[in-house]
C-alpha cells in the first residue's frame, strides 16, 4: 500500500513521499504529513536484536513507501557509515537514573546530523525517481546547527547546490566558524542582520514565490529544502526512538511493551514531533515533555492553548532553541484539529498576520500527550554543573534545558525517561565551562576545548579539531530584507 502525503492546509490532492521530499513544502505554503501513521510491523521484542540501520530501514519503509527496499538500504548504508564517532550510532548511556540518547555522533556534533546526513541521498534518489533534471538548490535557514550539518551533508553531491542564511549574531562563534570554513564547491553561507526567525521568514517568502520558481526553472533550477519541515528530515528522526527503546530492551532496563518517557529539548518542533509519530506508530511512550529555554513559547502555547509570538526574542546559551515560531508545531495542529485544513490555515494565517492563535478546547483535549516545560539560564547552568557534580558527565546546554526538565517533572512519574542529547558540549564549549565555572576572560573557544577534554575525559571531536586550521570561505553578510536579492547573485539571476 503507498502512503501518500497531503498538505496541512488544503485538500489538494495528495503526493508520493517523494515528491514531497522534492518539494519540501506545499505549494498552498502548508507542510506534508502522511495520510495515515502506519504502524511499527516489528514486534516490540525483535527490537532489541536490530542494529540502528536495521531500525532505519524498518521505520522508514513504512513511510517511504515508493523507495524499493534496495533504495532505502542503499541510502541507510550511504548515510550511517564511518562519519559517526560511536559505532553504535546513538549510544544510550544512563546517567543518575536516566537515559541519554546521545545523538551528536555526526560529522557536525549536534542530532541535525541524524536526519541531514541521510536527507541528500533520498533527495537524489528522488530526483532521480521523479524524472527531475534540474539542479537542486537546497535553500536554507539556520539557528546554527541545521546549517553546517544540511553543508556538509550536501557539499559536493552532484546535482545539488545549497545556500545557507544564519542570523550573524545569533549563533556561537564555533558554530559560525563551522559554517563559513565549509568546503565544496556548490556551498554558499551568508549572515543576515537578524534574527533566526527573520532568516526562516525570508527564506519562506522565497519558497511561496511563484515568480521565482519560474525564473529558476527557466534556468534549470529548483528549490528544496533542508529544513526541519521536510518529511525526508522528519521520518529519519523517528527511528532513534525506536532504536532506543530497542537498546532499554537488551539492556535489560524495561519490559517488554513497558512505557517510558521522552524529554526533548526544543526550538522547531522537530525532534519531538519525531518521538509523537514514534508513540503513534505504537512506541510505549506515555508522556513527551517539551523542554524550551527562556523562549518559552511553546510551554506558555501548552499551558494556555494559546500560541503567541509576540514577544522578546532572547538569545540564550541554547541558541539552537532560540525560535518563536515552531514550524513542525503546525502538524500537531493539523493533527489535533481532526486533520481540518481550512482550521490549520486559518490558525497559521493568524499566526503570521497578528503574531498569534488559539485553539479550541476540543483540540487542548487532544494535546494530552504532551507537557510543557522550560529552563531559565540559571537553571540551565545549574543543570550543567549539578549533573557534572553527581555523574562526573558533561552536557550541552540543550541537553542541560531538557534534563533541568525531566527533574522538574518527569523523574516525579517514577518511569524510565529518555533524555534526547542533541548536541556535544564541544559545540558550545563557552558556555558549558562558563556554567561550570571554569570560563576565563581572553581564553579562546578553542583553547577552553582543550580544558573541557581535561575536565570530562572525553575526546575533542573531530569536528572541533578540523577547525583549528581551517580557512574562511564564506564571508556574504547581508540585510534580512535583501535574502533573495543574494539568492539571484549567487545563481546568476536578474536582480
Ligand atoms: C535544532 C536543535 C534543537 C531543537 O530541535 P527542533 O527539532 O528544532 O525542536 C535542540 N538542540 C540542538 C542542539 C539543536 O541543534
Request: proline share 3%; no cysteine; glycine share 6%.
Given at each position: 500500500m503507498e502512503l501518500r502525503y497531503k498538505s496541512t492546509r488544503s485538500d489538494a490532492a495528495p503526493i508520493s513521499a517523494s515528491q514531497a521530499i522534492l518539494k519540501?513544502?506545499?505549494?498552498?505554503?502548508g507542510l506534508f504529513v502522511p495520510e495515515t501513521i502506519p504502524a511499527l510491523d516489528v514486534e516490540l521484542g525483535a527490537?532489541?536484536?536490530?542494529t540502528y540501520k536495521e531500525t532505519a530501514y524498518e521505520v522508514m519503509k513504512l513511510f517511504l513507501t515508493d523507495f524499493t527496499r534496495e533504495e532505502l538500504m542503499s541510502c541507510i548504508d550511504g548515510a550511517y557509515d564511518?562519519?559517526?564517532?560511536?559505532?553504535?550510532i546513538v549510544p544510550l548511556v544512563k546517567k543518575d537514573g536516566a537515559y541519554y540518547?546521545?545523538?551528536?555522533?555526526?560529522?557536525?556534533?549536534?542530532?541535525k546530523d541524524m536526519a541531514l546526513s541521510i536527507l541528500p541521498y533520498l533527495m537524489t534518489t528522488a530526483a532521480r525517481k521523479n524524472g527531475v533534471t534540474n539542479e537542486i538548490v537546497i535553500l536554507t535557514a539556520t539557528s546554527g546547527d541545521t546549517g553546517k550539518a544540511a553543508l556538509a551533508g550536501f557539499a559536493?553531491?552532484?546535482g545539488t547546490s545549497i545556500i545557507v542564511f544564519y542570523p550573524k549574531n545569533g549563533v556561537s562563534p564555533i558554530q559560525e566558524k563551522q559554517m563559513v570554513t565549509q568546503k565544496g564547491k556548490n556551498t554558499h553561507v551568508v549572515g543576515i542582520k537578524g534574527n533566526f526567525d527573520d532568516a526562516q521568514t525570508g527564506v519562506k517568502a522565497m519558497f511561496h514565490s511563484q515568480a521565482l520558481a519560474g525564473e529558476m526553472n527557466q534556468a534549470g533550477y529548483q528549490f528544496s529544502s533542508a529544513?526541519?519541515?521536510?518529511i525526508g528530515r522528519l521520518v529519519p528522526q523517528i527511528v532513534y526512538y525506536v532504536y532506543a527503546y530497542g537498546c532499554l530492551l537488551r539492556q535489560g532496563e524495561i519490559s517488554c511493551g513497558e512505557k517510558i518517557n521522552v524529554v526533548v529539548p526544543t526550538g522547531n518542533f522537530g525532534n519531538i514531533l519525531a518521538a509523537f509519530y514514534a508513540k503513534n506508530m505504537g512506541?510505549?511512550?506515555?508522556t513527551l515533555y517539551c523542554a524550551s529555554n527562556e523562549n518559552k513559547v511553546l510551554f506558555d502555547f501548552f499551558q494556555t492553548g494559546t500560541y503567541d509570538r509576540k514577544r522578546e526574542f532572547i538569545l540564550t546559551s541554547s541558541p539552537s532553541m532560540?525560535?518563536?515560531?515552531?514550524?513542525?508545531?503546525e502538524r500537531l495542529i493539523y493533527r489535533i484539529a481532526g486533520e481540518d485544513a481550512g482550521k490549520t490555515r486559518e490558525l497559521m494565517e493568524a499566526l503570521a498576520a497578528g503574531g498569534e492563535y488559539r485553539i479550541t478546547d476540543e483540540m487542548r483535549a487532544r494535546l494530552n500527550d504532551f507537557c510543557g516545560g522550560f529552563a531559565t539560564e540559571e537553571e540551565t547552568r545549574a543543570a550543567i554543573r549539578n549533573m557534572y557534580e553527581r555523574a562526573g558527565y558533561v552536557m550541552d546546554t540543550h541537553t542541560a534545558v531538557a534534563s533541568h526538565v525531566y527533574y522538574d517533572q518527569?523523574?516525579?512519574?517514577g518511569r524510565k525517561t529518555v533524555i534526547?542529547?542533541?548536541?556535544?558540549p564541544y559545540k558550545f564549549t563557552r558556555s558549558v565551562m562558563n556554567a561550570l565555572g571554569e570560563d576565563e576572560d581572553g581564553v579562546s573557544d578553542l583553547e577552553l576545548a582543550d580544558r573541557l577534554e581535561k575536565l570530562s575525559g572525553v575526546g575533542i571531536p573531530n569536528a572541533i579539531e578540523e577547525i583549528?586550521?581551517?580557512?574562511?570561505l564564506h564571508d556574504t553578510v547581508c540585510d534580512r530584507t535583501e535574502m533573495e536579492k543574494t539568492v539571484r547573485e549567487i545563481l546568476g539571476l536578474p536582480v
Open positions: 519540501g513544502l506545499a505549494d498552498d505554503g527490537l532489541s536484536k536490530l564511518g562519519t559517526f564517532d560511536a559505532e553504535e540518547m546521545e545523538l551528536f555522533h555526526g560529522r557536525t556534533i549536534a542530532f559536493d553531491v552532484p529544513n526541519s519541515i521536510n512506541l510505549p511512550i506515555e532560540d525560535i518563536l515560531i515552531s514550524s513542525n508545531l518527569a523523574q516525579k512519574t534526547a542529547s542533541t548536541a556535544s583549528r586550521t581551517a580557512e574562511v
